[in-house]
């Protein structure tokens, strides 16, 4: 069975300061993987997504997220950090090799970034 | 673009009555996903539609909970009667087809009292 883990319920980061938000995932075949932000009283926007390629992805508001498949994980990263950065993310991820084309959501993480 | 549109934004109901969400995908959009998320947790799958066809809805509670998407555009999910525990987030999605990342709505805040 597919699942994901954010190991981090909040992670604190000043301005301007790189940020990490950490995913590790499994998966009994090949990995589809997404990173989404929400924000207060919103729904989740996509950032990006990995499927195959480059094992660095880039997507928006300069997020990006390498995909590392010996430590099956998929960390969101940023270089410098922004106080409007502060959100909830969650990683997700599907199966490529199963049928059902099932996403399956962790728990997320509170990115709380600091003036 | 119009994103995917939900109403209600927030609903207030009594237990034991029924209560009904309406979605709107994008435009286009083939596959329509309706999701529960509650306080502090990731979105969890309830049923996902390719058109008009309930493709995986193994995790639907079907004794109380009923999804329809007719003519393969708007979808509504439906609860009869709500209990104290659905109350949540109810998250509607849609994506070009199953292969690609799925657009939320804004979705609908349930409480149930």
Redesign the interface.
């Known amino acids: 069975a597919q699942s994901v883990a954010q190991p981090e319920d909040q992670v604190n980061v000043a301005e301007g300061n790189p940020l990490t938000v950490k995913c590790t995932y499994s998966v009994s075949g090949n990995p589809?993987l997404?990173w989404?932000v929400q924000y207060p009283?919103?729904?989740?926007?996509?950032l990006l997504?990995y499927i195959t390629g480059d094992n660095l992805v880039k997507g928006s508001y300069g997020f990006e997220a390498e995909f590392n498949k010996s430590q099956t994980s998929f960390h969101l990263k940023k270089p410098s950090a922004l106080v409007s950065d502060s959100a909830l993310y969650?990683c997700?991820v599907r199966d490529l090799n199963t049928g059902?084309?099932?996403?399956i959501?962790?728990?997320?993480t509170r990115l709380f970034v600091k003036a | 673009e119009a994103g995917v549109v939900q109403s209600p934004r927030y609903k207030i109901i009594e237990k034991k009555q029924p209560v009904a969400f309406w979605c709107n995908p994008i435009s286009g959009h083939n596959t329509l996903y309706w999701y529960l998320q509650n306080l502090g947790q990731g979105p969890e799958l309830l049923i996902r539609y390719e058109n008009e066809e309930a493709v995986d809805d193994s995790q639907l509670p079907k004794d109380r909970f009923s999804a329809e998407r007719l003519k393969g555009v708007d979808s509504t999910l439906k609860i009869q009667p709500a209990e104290l525990g659905d109350s949540a987030v109810y998250l509607c999605a849609s994506s070009l087809d199953q292969s690609t990342e799925a657009f939320f709505g804004q979705g609908t805040r349930l409480t149930v009292v």
Do not use: D, P, S, V
């Open positions: 589809y997404f989404y009283n919103r729904g989740l926007q996509f997504k969650f997700a059902g084309f099932k996403t959501f962790g728990a997320g």
